[in-house]
């Protein structure tokens, strides 16, 4: 019997989940509206020596590390992420390239449209800029993001686009330095494209990495999160799925 994934390449697109303080590694929640910063906490229960078995206590939010946004998470009459169709999360993918925007720069409607990328009706789109490569978890992540443009969000929704997949801000940035001290101040808006995408029942598959690793212009994405009951999301693995020549 044929091995239904000869000739195919997986790549992971997840970020390793590590212990972590909570500051950078998720939403800045704490500077934004005075959120708890959550930290992300793995500690050792039982052990093979001891107890015969090894088993971790795991405490976390539902958006730290790669994770997805289910329409819920901003539209109150929106589906919880037990509800999004399986349909979404593992589909057709296009992928724009957009490795060559610099820290701070946004990715507007132009750029997509020049990008010459063909997006269908029912794609999952792929952004890619290499950002959470360099910077995740870091105070530079969140200070000189890029950002996705409100009118890029609707070129988007204009396509039809069933997912969103990215390693950088889906929306505006959520905090701004300063122009006298330089401390990282909440926006004036929250979140825009938020608004518009999760209410399209767009979801988010946001935070990956690794995705200059992708060398084909379509791939079979991948993103498969904790069937949590009534959440607004979830930590998800993530890979993509392409043909090798």
């Known amino acids: 019997m044929k091995n239904i994934l000869e000739g195919k390449k997986m790549i992971d697109l997840s970020l390793d989940i590590v212990p972590s303080k909570g500051a950078w590694i998720q939403f800045p929640r704490a500077l934004v509206y005075g959120g708890e910063a959550v930290p992300t906490r793995i500690e050792t229960i039982a052990t093979v020596e001891k107890d015969g078995t090894f088993v971790q206590r795991y405490e976390s939010t539902t958006q730290a590390f790669t994770h997805y946004d289910a329409p819920a998470h901003f539209d109150v009459n929106g589906i919880t992420n037990e509800k999004v169709p399986l349909t979404q999360l593992v589909n057709e993918a296009v992928v724009i390239d957009m490795l060559h925007k610099q820290p ?31 910077a995740f978890g870091q105070k530079l992540f969140w200070e000189k993001m890029i950002w996705l443009a409100p009118d890029a969000a609707d070129w988007l929704i204009s396509k039809k686009i069933v997912a969103l997949a990215q390693d950088f801000m889906t929306d505006i940035p959520p905090v701004v330095p300063c122009e006298h001290c330089g401390a990282l101040l909440p926006n004036k808006e929250l979140c825009p494209n938020h608004y518009k995408f999760l209410p399209n029942n767009i979801i988010l598959i946001e935070w990956l990495t690794n995705l200059a690793a992708i060398s084909k212009p379509r791939v079979l994405l991948v993103a498969l999160p904790l069937k949590i009951v009534g959440a607004d999301g979830a930590q998800c693995r993530v890979i993509a799925i392409e043909d090798v020549d």
Request: zero cysteines.
């Open 104 to 134: 701070g720069e946004g990715v507007f409607a132009k750029d997509l449209e020049e990008s010459g990328a063909e997006v269908r009706p029912g794609d999952t789109v792929i952004i890619r800029t290499g950002w959470t490569d360099k």
